[in-house]
C-alpha cells in the first residue's frame, strides 16, 4: 500500500467515525458536510457556515474565501453521490440567483449579498466517495469543483506538510 493510500484511508476512517455517531441516515449528511467545513476548511464554527433553510436550492453551506470569492458548497455523503448530484448543484445555484430575495433566509441573503457586490461565486461539490477525473473535468467544464476523498486527503496532507507537522491524521 503507497503512503498516499495509507492516508485515504485514514481519512476515510476519521470521517466514519465522525458520520457513525448517527444511526439517522439523514443525519448523516450533516455531520460529514461539519467534519469537511472544519478538517477542510478550516471552519471551526462550522454551523455558522451552513444554510438549511427553504428555498436553499440544496446550497449546504457557503464562506468569504477572500474579498473575490465567496465558496458555495453542496456536500453529498455515502450513496446520495452521483453526477447528476454535480450536475443540479449548477443548476440549483442558477435558480438560486434568481430567486426572490423575499423567499430567502437570513443567511441567504447575505450569500446573494456577496454576489450581488461582486463576489465570484466557487461553486464546491464534496463528496467522500472516489470520482473520476473525467468525472472532475466534466464537472469543471459547467464550473463546479469536485473534492473527492482523494482531494480531500490531498489538502489535509498538503496542510500537513506545510505547516511542519507530520502527515499523520489520527487525532
Known sequence: MSVFNFHITEVKKLIEDEVAKYKDPVEKEPAFLKWTLKNV?????????????????????????????????????????????????????????????????????????????????VLVYVTNNEVSEKAKLDAFEIGVTILDINEITREMWSRNEKYGEAADFIG
Open 41 to 121: 476548511f478550516f471552519l471551526t464554527e462550522a454551523d455558522y457556515f451552513i444554510i438549511d433553510a427553504p428555498h436553499d436550492l440544496g446550497i449546504d453551506a457557503f464562506f468569504e474565501a477572500d474579498i473575490e470569492e465567496v465558496v458555495i458548497i453542496r456536500s453529498r455523503y455515502g450513496t446520495s453521490h452521483s453526477m447528476e448530484a454535480v450536475n443540479q448543484f449548477r443548476k440549483d445555484f442558477s435558480d438560486f440567483e434568481s430567486i426572490g430575495i423575499e423567499k430567502s433566509d437570513a443567511k441567504s441573503r447575505v450569500l446573494r449579498k456577496l454576489i450581488s457586490e461582486g463576489r465570484k461565486a
